[in-house]
């Protein structure tokens, strides 16, 4: 229940229209799919308000913090992390309203956005003035503030690194109700937001994933990059990931494509199939490793770089299958422009796992990505759920995804088991077989860092010391509390 | 807490709980809020919920009246003004259909349709609604006009006839409030030669009531039309309004089979226009837009007939806004919306009317009367010209040579 | 007892050495004076020492080597140095990952030593000399004196050594089992990855990074371009920079140049030079580089500007610009022409560079040399050489007096230090609040570089 001054003290402040505590309004707020592992039951917040603007944003705080009432903002609410259902009750601020984009810089080639312009609106903005941002790794129907900030994988992340490091510059309402702004957009009187560094200790990650805890991002300024002359996907096909790896692994040394990612067991079928029937006709007959790989740039470039992708699948006896690929041109559009074609079909649904998100997500050495592939096949031939490897249950598929960030001087390692999130054996067979491939890749060294995500109490720790500084700046933001308190259960970091 | 059932193909589901695993599969991904994201023209249209675009609540989006039928279906909420409010302000303009049904299949109108109908059998009608079951009931019209006037628009243009392979059913919207549509539906119909006739005693087809969860009533009405028509022997019946096409289209899921081809009336000139049976000159050189009824593009496809009839008039260039076919924005009338909550109505043709003119546009064309009365509602104030696309193209049939 | 008397008494408490040394021969500074200096040969001491400083409340500032070129002038509010020179353990190099693992003390020239042999090469820094930290240099000077081509971070995680002696790993190293802990995205708040960047040293001591390396090229090539102005300069970087060709470029001023291709400071010639001279560099694969430079001579020519093997007067200036990018020299020539050097950096958009020079061109022997940092934006060093006794005060008082004047004109100063901290914090006062927050926390009793950056 919220206390009727506060709500009364909101819509003051927003309006009577765009404020309330009917549990019918509430009730939307109460779920994501992850929910279903993390808390089993569904959590409303006491009440919802719609703020438009910076300085009603610092109002709502005030009052949060006057009352002590929890508050937690949301920005696309497209997470998989249940990072905006309330814990404890209180205020969601939903961001939905602060959507315009406030500037597109095109010498600076930068654009400045309030947080809930999605990814969609900003490619296509940017697209007409001749520059581009990399596709996440999300529906493009997720906002730019909640996917810079929270988001990792992008179709160009070899090249241009993770998503946050697109961020230039961030307007943050912090739990005080003060606004702090970084980089060169700090400096109070020069309007400038094109450097992202500074003035001092560098500050611009402070939103970044702190689920809410930190304040809230009521602007920020991304990087963007010029349109390239070609955008070329390539795709190299293997049976043995001791053949796909050392390709990629020698790509990724020789710092050429702009996204490449490795595939294994059932993923990739995903993108193409409309049905889980399909995909699994499709994964008998297609090969078992692929490795996805993006060229840009000049023609000359692109003409270089396909040469050595050519020579080097070759070399390590695998095959390129992208002439041959008859929803070729599907990726051909989408690298450049949006991600929803190759989330759309099939893979969003059944990928994203009975609890969304896959279930495993972590960051790997070079060396380790073979023993991560190995650990997941031989689990799965293990395990009742999946049955034979070879011709394994589409309704619980075994997969894994290997996407290398800038430079390639580690990947992140994705896996998990894609069925329908509804299905109860589905829930069931995860619950066994996630905990199983979490224990088998940090054998291998590969620890998960879905804090955010659907891992449960104690299934991994964070080190006792980080925990501890992580709190002292968490107190020093917000001694109230008010802020998603709950958010990180403290049972999770054993 | 509901069974939950995997995967039941909705057509197979009997009642609300039967809907449980499709609100739960939704996960909030977004796409039901926006224009398909690759197909985006312009920043600044990319809506395409008019009662999310209104409220902006998550509760009015279709993601979020998931969440409100599986608090409904769980227990959580009970029926109060503001649950009835965020059901019945959906216009069922199936936008969020279309998005999710190229990612998560949930099909939200789906579940609310079947949510209003457990409103209604649990005794929750609102005023508005109920007026208009009153009035089909009264006067087998919304509007309650008087039945005997129904058939007024057609003296000297058309004939009720006891036998007809053809038959054209103008709609009680069409009848009421925009005869001429009827009127310039049959000088067009004339100029091709077609024989046609009317019905003696036509009734609202029911869609409102459909929409609004009066099922019962719906196929009251609906029957009886589609009796009516049998009884000439129709074997193509053609509608002007899109509302009327779905109900009749849509006849099979109340265990209707029709026995008789149904039409738009785009549809039925089409072939005449392929042809070259077709011309039409309205004597002016100008740019036109064209406005999806929703009822007729989304849910049945039919996109490029109205556009090839509009581009074949001389001199006319056809011109999308940024939102146009599967992207369309709704005008914000069906649904039962306008009959309870025109300012949702209101709201939504407003957005529409300024995408035209932010697209430099003053003229829009469109298939449906309801969509034309809403946008015209819209466009008091600012000159855009809403025309009917029957009234436009016989416009053009004047002016003809032969 | 004095801090000083309680500092070198350290030594024999902690048998660890601790030594009295004069203040100069560390750092460059105005204000001389007698410092202890503590040797920590291993971490563990290093952080008996942070523990007993604490303890005693000892304020003290850390040195590795290269310092006293990173911080131009330190003052003297501390009573102990803690050099971590000893620590300089190369812990391992990763040739799959092309990773290096190494403490502060690891200098360029003993990593590329080391990885050399491996084909694969250290990262440097511009005008950085090969006897600096390899760690330490990354997170004081990244992203502003990295080569722009590799990325802002260089650091991929660290292990931090807190002012209260306890250790805090980022990034992937905060997760279990993290035996390579290279990602920077690990558990949640990835602030903690980031802060020490630029921090100087006033929140915590990185004592061990994972850095990244880069694969040595077979074919290393270098081009020229001259301009008479700094916005055709500007614009034609625009275009290299869509190509992605060079994976070093620097523009110069005709002294700066002369500084980095003379072998001594007393015989810099200058009167050849063009107003603005642009160095690119081209690394790869013989054909790498060759569909490259036909890149770049194409969009050359649509710009009308010549592509030049050599400077033009200049023997081998191609080979020592290469020389001058894996081991820079040219700062001890730097420091000691017309007796001394100083230097402000700051990032400024292309466009308002013309400005910004006109305000300081009149200082003594002005140079600078501008590294194309991203799109539109560059960082810029303007130095000015004189250290006659006149104008040992007077230059930093007529700088205090311009840098106004360049924040003004569009001059952002991401790492403020000395007299321009309390400039640059006036106007980011939020900033510099919740800086005093964190500090605060992380060393309440303010020991560890007291008094830098006013927090």
């Not at chain 1, 996440?136 to 929270?150: D, I, K, R, W």
Request: proline letters at 5%.
């Amino acid at each position: 229940m919220i206390e009727p001054a506060v709500l009364e003290r909101l819509k003051d402040i927003v309006g009577s229209e765009f404020a309330t505590d009917d549990p019918e309004v509430c009730i939307a707020y109460s779920r994501d799919l992850a929910t279903y592992l993390k808390f089993g039951k569904y959590r409303s917040p006491d009440c919802v308000v719609l703020p438009s603007t910076t300085s009603e944003v610092q109002n709502i705080v005030a009052v949060a913090r006057q009352f002590k009432t929890p508050l937690i903002p949301l920005g696309s609410g497209i997470n998989v992390a249940s990072a905006h259902i309330p814990r404890k009750g209180g205020i969601i601020m939903d961001l939905r309203r602060m959507n315009n984009i406030l500037e597109i810089d095109e010498e600076a080639v930068t654009a400045t956005l309030q947080p809930h312009v999605t990814i969609a609106r900003m490619s296509t903005e940017l697209q007409r003035k001749g520059f581009f941002i990399p596709v996440p790794g999300a529906p493009s129907t997720v906002t730019v503030g909640s996917n810079y900030t929270h988001g990792n994988t992008n179709k160009a992340s070899l090249r241009f690194g993770f998503q946050y490091s697109h961020i230039v510059s961030v307007e943050m309402v912090l739990p005080d109700g003060s606004l702090l702004r970084t980089g060169s957009w700090a400096d109070a009187f020069s309007g400038d937001r094109s450097w992202p560094r500074g003035p001092g200790p560098d500050l611009t990650l402070l939103p970044r994933y702190a689920l809410g805890l930190h304040g809230i991002v009521t602007g920020i300024t991304i990087k963007a990059h010029p349109l390239d002359d070609i955008c070329l996907p390539i795709w190299a096909a293997f049976e043995h990931v001791e053949d796909a790896t050392p390709a990629f692994v020698e790509m990724v040394h020789r710092e050429i494509c702009t996204g490449s990612s490795l595939y294994g067991g059932f993923k990739y079928n995903s993108y193409s199939a409309d049905t889980a029937e399909c995909a699994w006709r499709q994964s008998r007959i297609h090969p078992e490793f692929i490795l996805a790989l993006t060229i840009q740039g000049s023609k000359r470039r692109v003409a270089f770089e396909e040469k050595v992708v050519r020579e080097l699948t070759d070399k390590n006896n695998g095959r390129i299958i992208t002439d041959r690929l008859p929803f070729y041109q599907m990726f051909v559009d989408t690298h450049m422009a949006m991600s929803a074609s190759l989330y759309s079909e099939f893979a969003f649904k059944y990928w994203a796992s009975p609890g969304a998100g896959p279930s495993f997500l972590g960051p790997s050495s070079m060396d380790k990505i073979i023993p991560c592939f190995k650990a997941m096949t031989n689990l799965a031939s293990e395990d009742e759920a999946f049955g034979d490897v070879d011709w394994g249950n589409w309704e619980f598929n075994r997969s894994m995804i290997a996407y290398p960030d800038q430079g390639g001087h580690f990947a992140i390692i994705e896996g998990g088991i894609a069925a329908h999130p509804t299905d109860p054996k589905a829930i069931k067979a995860y619950k066994r077989y996630v905990p199983k491939l979490i224990k088998a890749l940090a054998d291998i060294g590969v620890s998960p860092d879905q804090s955010r995500a659907n891992t449960r109490p104690g299934e991994f720790g964070i080190s006792p010391e980080y925990l501890e500084l992580a709190e002292k700046f968490r107190h020093a933001l917000d001694e109230v509390g008010i802020m998603n308190p709950g958010v990180i259960s403290p049972l999770i970091y054993r | 807490m509901a069974q939950r059932k995997k995967y039941a193909f909705p057509a197979n589901r009997e009642s609300l709980e039967d809907y449980y695993d499709m609100t739960l599969s939704c996960y909030k991904c977004g796409y039901c809020k926006y224009v398909w994201p690759s197909r985006i023209q312009h920043d600044k249209f990319t809506g395409q919920c008019p009662s999310g675009e209104k409220y902006q609540f998550e509760s009015y989006y279709a993601s979020g009246r998931m969440e409100v039928v599986r608090g409904i279906i769980e227990g959580h909420l009970k029926w109060t003004d503001r649950l009835n409010h965020i059901l019945y302000t959906c216009t069922m303009c199936g936008a969020c259909d279309e998005s999710c049904g190229q990612v998560e299949r949930v099909y939200p109108t789906d579940v609310i349709l079947e949510a209003r109908r457990t409103a209604v059998k649990e005794g929750q009608i609102l005023p508005g609604h109920q007026q208009l079951a009153k009035s089909v009931s009264k006067h087998h019209n919304l509007y309650e006009s008087d039945h005997a006037d129904r058939n007024n628009w057609a003296k000297g243009l058309a004939d009720v006839k006891s036998r007809s392979k053809i038959i054209y059913f103008a709609g009680c919207t069409t009848e009421s409030l925009k005869p001429s549509i009827a009127k310039s539906t049959s000088k067009l119909l004339k100029s091709l030669g077609v024989e046609f006739g009317i019905l003696p005693d036509g009734w609202c087809c029911g869609m409102p009531l459909f929409d609004t969860g009066q099922t019962d009533d719906g196929v009251k009405t609906l029957k009886h039309n589609i009796e009516q028509i049998r009884d000439t022997g129709a074997e193509t019946v053609i509608f002007s309004d899109a509302w009327c096409y779905k109900a009749f289209r849509d006849s099979k899921d109340y265990g209707i089979e029709l026995g008789f081809k149904v039409l738009h009336l785009t549809e039925f000139l089409a072939p005449y226009l392929a042809k070259g049976k077709l011309k039409f000159d309205r004597g002016t050189n100008e740019t036109v837009t064209y406005q999806d009824p929703c009822y007729l593009s989304r849910y049945f496809e039919v996109y490029e007939q109205p556009r090839d009839l509009i581009k074949s008039v001389k001199g006319v260039t056809l011109k999308e806004m940024y939102r146009s076919r599967r992207e369309s924005f709704c005008c914000g009338a069906a649904g039962g919306v306008k009959f309870q909550f025109p300012e949702v109505t209101e709201h939504a043709s407003s957005t529409r009317i300024d995408e035209a003119k932010h697209a430099g546009l003053s003229k829009i064309v469109t298939a449906c009367p309801s969509c034309q009365i809403s946008l015209e509602d819209a466009s008091k104030d600012n000159g855009m010209e809403i025309y009917d696309i029957a009234e436009y193209l016989s416009e053009g049939l004047k002016k003809t040579k032969k | 007892m004095t801090n000083l008397d309680a500092s070198l008494a350290l030594s024999q408490r902690l048998d660890i050495e601790v030594s009295k040394e004069r203040l100069s021969n560390y750092f460059t500074t105005t204000v001389e004076g007698t410092v202890s200096v503590s040797k920590p040969s291993s971490l563990e001491e290093l952080m008996e020492i942070l523990s007993e400083n604490q303890r005693e409340r000892i304020p003290f500032i850390p040195y590795a080597p290269g310092f006293e070129y990173i911080f131009q002038e330190v003052d003297s509010e501390f009573s102990m140095i803690v050099d971590v020179s000893n620590l300089d353990r190369i812990v391992d190099v990763d040739e799959d990952s092309r990773v290096a693992s190494i403490e502060p003390g690891v200098t360029f020239e003993s990593l590329q030593n080391a990885v050399g042999k491996k084909g694969l090469r250290v990262l440097t820094s511009v005008e950085v000399p090969k006897s600096s930290s390899v760690l330490w240099t990354y997170t004081e000077l990244s992203p502003l004196y990295s080569w722009p081509r590799y990325g802002t971070e260089p650091v991929l995680t660290m292990n931090v050594l807190l002012p209260n002696g306890k250790l805090v790993k980022t990034g992937a190293g905060a997760l279990p089992n993290s035996g390579k802990p290279y990602s920077p995205i690990g558990p949640p708040f990835t602030l903690l990855g980031r802060m020490w960047y630029g921090s100087q040293m006033t929140l915590g001591l990185p004592v061990r990074g994972y850095i990244k390396l880069k694969t040595a090229h077979e074919s290393n090539i270098v081009r020229f371009f001259k301009f008479d102005d700094f916005l055709s300069l500007s614009k034609f970087l625009a275009a290299l920079k869509r190509l992605r060709i060079g994976e070093e470029i620097l523009a110069v001023t005709p002294l700066e140049l002369g500084l980095i291709l003379s072998d001594k400071a007393d015989k810099i010639k200058t009167t050849s030079y063009p107003n603005w001279l642009l160095i690119l560099v081209m690394r790869g694969y013989e054909e790498e580089v060759a569909y490259q430079k036909r890149d770049l001579l194409q969009e050359a020519r649509k710009l009308g500007v010549k592509v030049l093997d050599e400077i033009e007067g200049q023997k081998n200036s191609a080979a020592k610009i290469l020389k001058e990018i894996q081991s820079p020299t040219w700062m001890s020539r730097a420091r000691t022409y017309q007796g001394g050097r100083f230097s402000i950096s700051f990032i400024a958009e292309d466009k308002k560079i013309p400005d910004l020079i006109q305000l300081v061109s009149h200082l003594d022997n002005f140079s600078s040399f501008v590294l194309p940092v991203d799109a539109g934006r560059s960082h810029c060093n303007f130095a000015f050489h004189s250290r006659s006794e006149g104008r040992k005060q007077s230059i930093p008082d007529e700088l205090k007096k311009i840098v106004p004047e360049l924040i003004e004109h569009g001059a952002f100063f991401s790492r403020p230090f000395g007299f321009l901290s309390e400039m640059v914090y006036a106007r980011n006062k939020p900033y510099h609040k919740l800086l005093k927050q964190f500090k605060q926390d992380l060393d309440p009793n303010n020991l560890l570089c007291r008094g830098r950056l006013g927090i």
